[in-house]
């Protein structure tokens, strides 16, 4: 198996090279009702060990985008009428099916907002994670089952080897997010997109969660792209921010400058919205 020894060897791209990038983005959504224009010329990057957070209002486009990069979307209706994704230079949009399955919960994975829906609820879920080395990387089914045992014990599952026998629904809501962080991760990828990975959590757990990524990607060196409403934890936890409206970036930068002075009239109004930001990290 060729994960094993990943987490201490360097990230694709050296230090604050992008590891991956969007290119002028756009994602329709060809409806009968018409055409939504849902990512219009997005662009923005990522760099390993770095994290890019992704704000924006309900519909401004950031899950559009996410789903993007590992050509997600359901195509129909979706269709990409401009665009590039680079991941480590090579464009993800205009690579074959192959290629893509082999990327997807491989080099790029992905944490969702809801883990029942991105669970199979008929499935053990140590067998869920497990299996995302049995088909991405050829482990065998002993290999698989070690290696997913030991990530769920690294994202904080208690009593790993009782709860990989069991079914989603005999877990709590915090425990499924660790289940869905763990098979995001055993496969040690170089960039981990999540998208609102803890607002169906309670804040406690949502806070725990947060720590758990944070400093998995310090310990793997991961890029991470944080896509959340919460202006609080981009303050706590990202380096650089995108600010989406209506499909559009309307500001791009470091989460201080931005914050300290941000240049758009949505930005200002966002963090106008917003109690109190300190920043801790
Ligand atoms: N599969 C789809 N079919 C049709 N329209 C879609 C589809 N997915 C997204 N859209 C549309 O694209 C636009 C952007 O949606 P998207 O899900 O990216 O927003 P978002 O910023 O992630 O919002 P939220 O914060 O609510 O998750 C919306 O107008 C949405 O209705
Ligand atoms: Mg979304």
Known sequence: MTTQNKATAAPRGAAGEPVLAVEDLSVDFLLDTGAVHAVRGVSWQVAAGETLAVVGESGSGKTATALSVLRLNPE????????????????????GEKRLRAVRGGAVSMVFQDPMTSLDPLQRVGTQVAEVLRHHRGASRAEAREAALAALDEVGVPDPARRYRQYPHELSGGLRQRVMIAAALVGRPDVLIADEPTTALDVTVQRQILDLLLS????????VVLITHDLGVVAETADRVVVMNRGEVVENGDVLDVFEHPEDPYTRALLAATPRLERTA
């Open 216 to 223: 998995l990607k310090e310990r793997h060196g991961m890029a």
């Open 76 to 95: 129909p209706p979706c269709v990409y009428p401009g665009g590039r994704v680079l991941f480590a230079g090579e464009d993800l949009l205009s690579c």
